[in-house]
C-alpha cells in the first residue's frame, strides 16, 4: 500500500496526546463484516457500510473498498456513463490509477494516494476507468469510494470536481511515531486535510505499524467510524478484535482509539485504517441508486431530469463511448 508515506514519521507533526483529566475516549458499538460484490464492469469491492443502520453513518451514505485485485493483462474494469444527484463521492485510490470524466468538464487521473472529490449536485454525468495503458498490462488495484450526503439546502449546488494530489495531503505521526495518518479532509489536532467539504467531516487513512497504538483527538459532535482496510488488531480503549474488511462504529467521546496486532500478515506489514466522521445532518434520506435526496417524490423528479437529459450530456469527445446508465447499485 504505497499511498504517500515518509521514512521517518517522527520527523512529522505528531498527534496531540488525550487529556486523561477531560478526554473520554469513544466506546466502540459494533463491529460488521463488509460482504463482497461486483461493481460497475464486474471489478470487486467491499460495501464497507452494509448491515449498518444509517444513523450511525450519518452524514455518510455508502462506501466501497475497491479491491484489493491483482488484474492480469486486459482484465481492468471500470464504470460506464452515469448519473448523480444530491451527494458529493469521494474517490481515494491507493494501488493502481483511476481516469474520471464529468459533463461539466472536471476530471483527471489518480493513484498512489491522490483523491478525487465530486460534488454531484443538482446533477451531473460521470464515467471513472481504467488508463488504456493499465487495461493493456494489468496490475494491481486498490482504492475506496465514499458517498457524502449533502443536506437539503446544498441538494442543488452547482457540480463541481476537487483534485486533491497525494503530495497535498496533511501528514501527522503518533507520539511515538509508531502511526502515519494522513488527513485528507477535515482537522485533525489542528491539522487540516485540503478536502473542501459542504457537510463538515474529516477523513484520514493512517498506517498503525505492528503492536503500536493510535489515538486520535475527534470532535464530539461528529460521529466516528474506522474501517480496517489491511492487517489486524483492535478497535477502541476495550480492545475490540477488528480484522481487513471489518467497520467499528464507535460511540460518544473525544478521541478515537485503534491498535494494531503485533503480528501482521508479511504482505501487508502493518494495519491500515480509513478513520471517517462528521456532523449528522439529520434529515430525511431517500437513496435509489445513483440519486440520494430527502423525498421519494425528489427521486422520482431526478429520474425523470436524467431520462430528458437535464443533468448533463456525455462531452462529444466521450459520446461514442459506453452511454449512460442510471445504475441502482451503488457507484465506485
Do not use: C
Request: glycine share 14%.
Amino acid at each position: 500500500m504505497p499511498a504517500v508515506t515518509v521514512e521517518n514519521p517522527l520527523a512529522l507533526p505528531r498527534v496531540p496526546s488525550p487529556n486523561p483529566l477531560t478526554d473520554t475516549d469513544r466506546p466502540v458499538v459494533s463491529v460488521t463484516t463488509a460482504p463482497r460484490a461486483l461493481e460497475g464492469e464486474g471489478f470487486p469491492v467491499r460495501r464497507a457500510f452494509a448491515g449498518v443502520d444509517l444513523r450511525a453513518l450519518d452524514p455518510f451514505i455508502h462506501m466501497d473498498q475497491m479491491g484489493e485485485v491483482d488484474y492480469g493483462a486486459g482484465e481492468p474494469k471500470g464504470t460506464p456513463w452515469h448519473p448523480h444527484r444530491g451527494f458529493e463521492t469521494v474517490t481515494y485510490m491507493i494501488d493502481g490509477e483511476m481516469a474520471h470524466s464529468d459533463s461539466h468538464g472536471g476530471g483527471g487521473l489518480i493513484g498512489g494516494g491522490d483523491t478525487q472529490w465530486m460534488t454531484a449536485g443538482s446533477g451531473i454525468l460521470h464515467i471513472e476507468t481504467p488508463p488504456e495503458y493499465l487495461v493493456a498490462s494489468g496490475g494491481l488495484f486498490h482504492g475506496l469510494q465514499l458517498w457524502v450526503n449533502l443536506p437539503r439546502a446544498q441538494k442543488f449546488a452547482a457540480p463541481r470536481y476537487q483534485d486533491i494530489t497525494a503530495g497535498k495531503v496533511a501528514l501527522l505521526s503518533s507520539a511515538d511515531g509508531g502511526a502515519l495518518v494522513r488527513v485528507i479532509a477535515g482537522e485533525v489536532g489542528g491539522h487540516a486535510g485540503p478536502g473542501s467539504t459542504y457537510t463538515p467531516i474529516t477523513l484520514v487513512h493512517a498506517t498503525v505499524s505492528p503492536g503500536a497504538s493510535l489515538t486520535l483527538p475527534w470532535r464530539p459532535d461528529f460521529n466516528a467510524l474506522v474501517y480496517v482496510l489491511a492487517g489486524s488488531g483492535t478497535a477502541g480503549a476495550e480492545r475490540r478484535p477488528i480484522e481487513a474488511g471489518q467497520l467499528a462504529v464507535y460511540g460518544q467521546g473525544d478521541t478515537i482509539t485503534v491498535a494494531a496486532d503485533a503480528r501482521q500478515d508479511s504482505r501487508t506489514g502493518g494495519m491500515e485504517v480509513f478513520i471517517l466522521g462528521g456532523q449528522p445532518i439529520r434529515e430525511p434520506v431517500v437513496a435509489y441508486g445513483p440519486f440520494v435526496m430527502n423525498t421519494k417524490a425528489e427521486i422520482m423528479t431526478a429520474m425523470e431530469d436524467y431520462q430528458a437529459g437535464r443533468l448533463g450530456s456525455i462531452p462529444a469527445a466521450h459520446a461514442d463511448v459506453r452511454g449512460a446508465t442510471p445504475s441502482t447499485d451503488g457507484d465506485a
